[in-house]
């Protein structure tokens, strides 16, 4: 099992190969957590553009 900061790099590495794993290795409740808080950080104001784009990023590699 993944460390959460293992994860967190993987999943904002813009990688789709990365963030899928890592995405892969999570169970249900934690991939909707996860999804949630992209959104957020893709979505909300406060965010650097960078940790947006990574975001946006990942969004767009899990729906695939």
């Known amino acids: 099992m993944l460390e959460i ?6 999943v904002l ?3 789709t190969e ?3 794993k890592a995405f ?3 169970d249900r ?3 909707r957590s996860l ?6 950080m893709a979505t909300e104001t406060g965010w650097h553009p960078e940790q947006r784009k990574s ?3 990942a969004l767009d590699a899990i729906k695939e």
Do not use: P, Y
């Open 18 to 20: 990365s963030i899928r």
């Open 29 to 31: 409740n934690d991939r």
């Open 13 to 15: 590495s813009r990688d």
């Open 55 to 57: 975001a946006q990023l």
């Open 5 to 10: 900061e293992e994860i967190w790099e993987q």
């Open 24 to 26: 892969d290795a999570l």
């Open 35 to 40: 999804t949630v808080h992209l959104l957020k």
